[in-house]
């Protein structure tokens, strides 16, 4: 009870910007406990949760970038735009995704520059990389390749891991 008591006020003194929540278990399938004192989220990693729903997702309108990879998501993205407007990078690789439809949920993230779909069934299908292209038209980067094959640059990635220490 001490230490979540010493968390809230923490939270109180300097809002969280950043949380790494890989590998924790979800309840159900759910996310849990993310409530709108994380409203001030910049970056948020559920990797490898076991996460199927995003129904519980909280409004997060200063989220840039979402880790939800190694899960087992298959639809229910347009919570993303709903309540994650300001998104740039999506990472849902290795998930059940499976057709254009449920992707299509992503048109309306309009500051989306970065998805990561690989390992999910959908990057079976034939032309992915250019229908992917041609759904979401406000993307660069499309499984870390842009549409001319050339690679995404990791300098922001850099930048992050150094005020991440900071």
């Given at each position: 009870v001490g230490s979540a008591k010493r968390f809230k006020l923490g939270l109180r003194d300097r809002p969280v910007?950043?949380?790494v929540l890989d590998n924790c278990r979800s309840s159900n399938g759910e996310i849990?406990?993310?409530?709108?004192?994380?409203k001030e989220l910049e970056f948020l990693?559920?990797?490898?949760v076991e996460l199927t729903s995003l129904a519980k997702l909280p409004t997060l309108s200063k989220l840039r970038k979402l880790e939800l990879s190694d899960n087992i998501i298959s639809g229910g993205l347009e919570v993303l735009a709903e309540r994650?407007?300001?998104?740039?990078y999506l990472?849902?690789?290795?998930?059940k995704i499976k057709d254009l439809g449920t992707v299509e949920a992503l048109q309306n993230l309009k500051n989306l520059k970065?998805?990561?779909?690989f390992n999910c069934e959908i990057t079976n299908l034939e032309d992915y990389r250019d229908s992917i292209f041609e759904l979401l038209q406000q993307i660069t980067y499309l499984d870390g390749f842009d549409q001319e094959d050339n690679e995404a640059p990791d300098s922001?990635?850099?930048d992050d891991e150094g005020n991440f220490l900071k």
């Open positions: 910007t950043e949380l849990e406990g993310l409530n709108d004192s994380f990693s559920m990797a490898n994650c407007p300001n998104l740039t990472n849902l690789s290795g998930n970065s998805l990561d779909l922001e990635d850099d």
